[in-house]
C-alpha cells in the first residue's frame, strides 16, 4: 500500500506576510484535506506523519555550519524567501513561523524516502526545496531536503553502497540546488525539464551537472511538453538502470508549469499535469524503481487541487 507524508506542521502563517508571497504557504492542509475528502477513512492506513522536524545536528551532514548560522539574522532568510518585509521579524518569530514548517517538511522528505523503500511509493506533501545549496539557500527554499533524505538511507543502509538514484525534476525552475549538492556523487543521475528562460538560468555551473536536460522557452504546448517527456523519461531510466540497481527514484512534481503560474510561465493544463505525473510515476513503478513523490513549486491559488488531482490518481494506482 502507498503511503502519503504530512504533518500540519508543514503550512506556514507570519501574521498575513505570506500573502506578500506569490507562493500559497498553506498548499499542503489543503491538498491535505481534499484528500480526506476523497478516501475518506481509507486514507488512515496510507498516512504517515514526520515524528518532529528535521534538527540541527542532521542539516548539518548536508549544510555547511557557516550556513545554518547565517539563518538566525532574518535578513538572510528574508533575502533567500524572496519576501523582504520578513528582515525586520524578530528571530524567535521567524524560526518559529516559516523555518520549523520547513525543517518539518524536510523531515518529512526523509521519512517518505524511507517509506517508498518500504512500500514502493510514497509522496510527501511538502518539500522539493530544489534550490537549497549546501552552502546557501534561495528561491524559497531554505534546506535541502532531498539531499538529507539520500544521506539518511545511505546511512541507514536502506540504499546500498552502489545503488543509484534517479532524480526527476519537471519543476518549471531549473533545479540548481540539488544540481550543487550532488556535483561529484556518480550515482546520482539528474533529468530536469525547465523553463530555460527564467530563474535560475545564470546558474550555468549547475546546467551542466544535469545528466539529461530538457530545457524548454515560454512558448511550449502541453502536447510538445508531454511529447517530449514520453521520448525522454523511459531512455533516461533505462539508461540509468542498465549497469546498476536503482535504489530511489526521487519525481520532483512541481505544479507551477500550469498555464497561469506567474513564475513558471509555461503552458501546461490541469488535465496535462495530471497526465504528466501519472506517466512519470508509472513510468518508475512498473521498472520496480521505489519513487518518492515530492510537490516542489506551485504559485497559483489552485496548486493545492493540481496537487491532490494527481496524488488521488496516483494512490488509486498504487493501491490496486
Known amino acids: 500500500m502507498p503511503r502519503v507524508v504530512y504533518s500540519r506542521h508543514y503550512n506556514i502563517g507570519f501574521y498575513g506576510l505570506e500573502r506578500l508571497h506569490p507562493f500559497d504557504s498553506k498548499k499542503y492542509g489543503r491538498a491535505w484535506r481534499c484528500l480526506k475528502d476523497h478516501f475518506g477513512a481509507s486514507l488512515r492506513p ?23 548560522e547565517k539563518l538566525r539574522k532574518p535578513r538572510n532568510v528574508a533575502w533567500a524567501l524572496e519576501l523582504p518585509p520578513v528582515r525586520f521579524l524578530p528571530r524567535w518569530v521567524l524560526d518559529r513561523h516559516v523555518l520549523k514548517p ?29 534550490h537549497a545549496k549546501p552552502s546557501g539557500g534561495e528561491g524559497f527554499c531554505i534546506y535541502s531536503d532531498i539531499a538529507l533524505a539520500v544521506h539518511s538511507l545511505r546511512t541507514e543502509g536502506l540504499l546500498a553502497e552502489d545503488d543509484r538514484i534517479a532524480y526527476v525534476d519537471l519543476d518549471a525552475h ?22 530555460s528562460l527564467i530563474y535560475p538560468s545564470h546558474d550555468t555551473e549547475a ?32 539508461s540509468v538502470s542498465q549497469s546498476a540497481k536503482v535504489g530511489l ?4 512534481a512541481g505544479t507551477d508549469v500550469y498555464k497561469d503560474d506567474p513564475l513558471g510561465m509555461l503552458n501546461m493544463t490541469a ?17 520496480g524503481i521505489p519513487t518518492v513523490m515530492l510537490l516542489s513549486g506551485g504559485y497559483t491559488k489552485v496548486s493545492y487541487k ?9 494512490l488509486e494506482m498504487e493501491s490496486k
Not at 46 to 68: F, G, Q, S
Not at 271 to 287: C, G, H, N, T, Y
Not at 306 to 314: G, K, Y
Open 46 to 68: 496510507m498516512w504517515i506523519r514526520p515524528e518532529r522536524p528535521a534538527c540541527n545536528d542532521e542539516l548539518l551532514a548536508v549544510h555547511t555550519p557557516e550556513y545554518l
Open 102 to 130: 520547513m525543517r518539518w517538511a524536510t523531515a518529512g522528505t526523509v521519512t517518505a524516502a524511507r517509506a517508498a523503500i518500504e512500500h514502493g511509493f510514497a509522496v510527501n506533501l511538502g518539500g522539493g526545496y530544489h
Open 174 to 195: 531549473q533545479g540548481n540546488g540539488v544540481c550543487h549538492a550532488f556535483k561529484r556523487d556518480k550515482r546520482f543521475f539528474i533529468l530536469d525539464m525547465y523553463n
Open 207 to 238: 546546467r551542466d551537472r544535469i545528466d539529461c536536460g530538457i530545457p524548454l522557452t515560454s512558448d511550449c504546448h502541453p502536447e510538445d511538453y508531454l511529447r517530449e517527456l514520453q521520448e525522454r523519461l523511459p531512455v533516461f531510466v533505462d
Open 249 to 252: 527514484a526521487i519525481y520532483n
Open 271 to 287: 488535465a496535462s499535469i495530471l497526465e504528466r505525473d501519472l506517466f512519470v510515476v508509472s513510468e518508475l513503478r512498473r521498472r
Open 306 to 314: 493540481l496537487v491532490a488531482d494527481s496524488v488521488i490518481r496516483i
